[in-house]
């Protein structure tokens, strides 16, 4: 896996964890959370734990796998990533307005605010 490819699975994970970890077992919250917020090895946090190295790699798998199926099924980091979007949007126009403009970008950014409500 290229550097980028896995600095990009690193954030993506991240992200799925905090929308998510509520829902991950206490074993793929811990591992999870060691192995890619701390950037411990699998070799350490099986020491660690009193685990194999296997078993800490599974438990990282499925984590992995059931936070892409929560994903799938709840979409909030969709709906998180679109908001955002419609809100740099949003600060773009205002912050390009004139006087001229100004009622032709409240109906936009209207539009916008009426977009980010209906996310959900």
């Known amino acids: 896996m290229m550097k980028d ?24 919250r811990t591992f999870l959370s ?6 411990y090895s699998l070799g350490e946090i099986a020491e660690n734990y009193g685990v194999s190295r296997q ?10 796998l059931s936070l892409g ?6 979409g909030l980091l969709t709906k998180h990533e679109r908001r955002q979007q419609l809100l740099r949007q949003l600060e773009e126009l205002l912050n390009q307005s004139n006087c001229e403009e100004k009622q032709g970008l409240q109906v936009q950014a209207g539009i916008l605010l009426h977009e980010i409500e209906r996310i959900d």
Do not use: G, S
């Open 5 to 28: 490819e896995a600095l990009a699975k690193t954030n993506r994970i991240n992200l799925l964890f905090d929308f998510y970890e509520p829902l991950l077992t206490d074993k793929q």
């Open 34 to 39: 060691h192995y890619f917020h701390d950037d």
């Open 55 to 64: 078993a800490v790699y599974e438990h990282i798998k499925r984590a992995e």
């Open 69 to 74: 199926d929560y994903e799938a099924k709840l």
